[in-house]
C-alpha cells in the first residue's frame, strides 16, 4: 500500500537539490549517471514535477549531495478559535508592554 507525501515541498526539495548540485559542479547528466537514474529524473525532481521517487533513491542522491532526508513529526496546526486566541493575547502583551514603557517614561519625563 502506499501513501502519498502530502505535507513536502516538492518545488523547495527541487530547488535545494539544484542548488547543491550546482555546488557540486554537476551537470544532471553526470548526476543521473552517478546515480544511476536518468537526467529527466533529476529534471523533474529538481523541478518539483515528478510523479514518483523512492525514498531510497532520494536518500542517496542527498547523500551524494551532502544534503540529509529529515523525517520528523508534523507540526500541529492551529484551529481557527486557536489561532484568534493566541493573536488576542499576543496583542494583550503587546498592549501591557507598551503601556509599562509609556508609564516608565512618563515617570522618568515628571523626575528628569
Known amino acids: 500500500m502506499m501513501y502519498p507525501i502530502r505535507y513536502m515541498?516538492?518545488?523547495?526539495?527541487g530547488t535545494l537539490i539544484r542548488d547543491a548540485r550546482r555546488k557540486a559542479g554537476l551537470t544532471q547528466a553526470e548526476l543521473a549517471q552517478r546515480?544511476?537514474?536518468?537526467?529527466a529524473t533529476i529534471s523533474q525532481l529538481e523541478t518539483g514535477v515528478i510523479a514518483e521517487l523512492g525514498v531510497r533513491k532520494l536518500a542517496a542522491l542527498c547523500d551524494r549531495l551532502g544534503l540529509e532526508v529529515v523525517v520528523r513529526p508534523q507540526a500541529t496546526r492551529l484551529t481557527l478559535h486557536e489561532?484568534?486566541?493566541?493573536?488576542?493575547?499576543?496583542?494583550?502583551a503587546a498592549f501591557l508592554e507598551t503601556?509599562?514603557?509609556?508609564?516608565?517614561?512618563?515617570t522618568e519625563a515628571r523626575d528628569g
Open 9 to 13: 515541498d516538492f518545488l523547495e526539495t
Open 35 to 39: 546515480l544511476g537514474m536518468s537526467r
Open 83 to 92: 489561532a484568534y486566541a493566541r493573536n488576542r493575547q499576543e496583542r494583550q
Open 99 to 106: 503601556d509599562a514603557t509609556l508609564a516608565k517614561l512618563g
